[in-house]
């Protein structure tokens, strides 16, 4: 199936430090979705992307669809303590499952 | 708001058991699924289903089964659980994207 290659795996940043992780793909994605798991809990929604090209904001989270469709990147401006999670990307199969990336966690040290 | 509901948090069980993992949702989604989540692996599909009674095989489906009986309930069987199996857990479900979690199951197998 197709593969989703997300980076970095980890991060250890500065409380008010900006963040940056990007996922790529093996094939075309038509979507792409970026998601976070705070600890003990299950992954949520964070930001959905449709489009080629497309930027889409979230508060001080910010998110790309590559040009290619093959790529997408996740920003967080000013990070917070409670930014720490877990961020994993995916994009939607064909075979009408969801394809994971292997996250990147975040430490924010206040 | 979607729920979906994982019956337990943490499971202790032992070789050779076999296990059953509940989810329930409460949004009628025709698709759920179940993911295993291991430290450097993210979200790896095990099974889904499409439909009452429906099932497909995802990415890692041996040592697993699961079933559909109700369109609001998909349960996750280890035939005959193993060490290896120890894993958090997550079910999942949607109509169209995205995907709506549960806050998972953490299992230990021993």
């Known amino acids: 199936g197709q593969q989703l290659n997300q980076s970095p795996q980890s991060m250890f940043i500065q409380e008010g430090e900006d963040v940056s992780m990007n996922c790529t793909s093996s094939?075309?994605?038509?979507?792409w979705l970026w998601y976070k798991q705070d600890p003990g809990e299950g992954p949520v929604l964070l930001i959905a992307l449709y489009k080629a090209g497309e930027l889409t904001s979230n508060g001080r989270l910010t998110a790309q669809f590559g040009i290619t469709r093959k790529d997408s990147f996740l920003n967080i401006s000013a990070s917070i303590p409670s930014d720490v999670g877990i961020y994993f990307c995916?994009?939607?199969?064909?075979?009408?499952?969801?394809?994971f990336g292997a996250g990147t966690r975040l430490t924010v040290k206040p | 708001d979607v729920k979906v509901t994982q019956s337990s948090r943490y499971l202790v069980k032992r070789t050779g058991e076999k296990v059953f993992l509940e989810c329930v949702q409460d949004m009628d989604h025709e698709n759920m699924f179940w993911y295993r989540q291991d430290p450097g692996l993210g979200l790896r599909l095990i099974y889904f289903?499409?439909?009452?009674?429906?099932?497909e095989k995802g990415d890692i489906p041996e040592g697993y089964s699961v079933s559909r009986e109700k369109k609001e309930r998909f349960s996750l069987i280890l035939e005959s659980a193993s060490t290896n199996q120890t894993s958090m857990y997550l079910c999942?479900?949607?109509?169209?994207?995205?995907?709506?979690f549960g806050n998972g199951t953490r299992l230990t197998v021993t």
């Open positions: 995916a994009g939607p199969n064909p075979l009408n499952d969801m394809r």
């Open positions: 289903s499409y439909d009452v009674k429906m099932k």
């Open positions: 999942a479900s949607r109509r169209d994207s995205p995907l709506h």
């Open positions: 094939s075309i994605f038509n979507t």
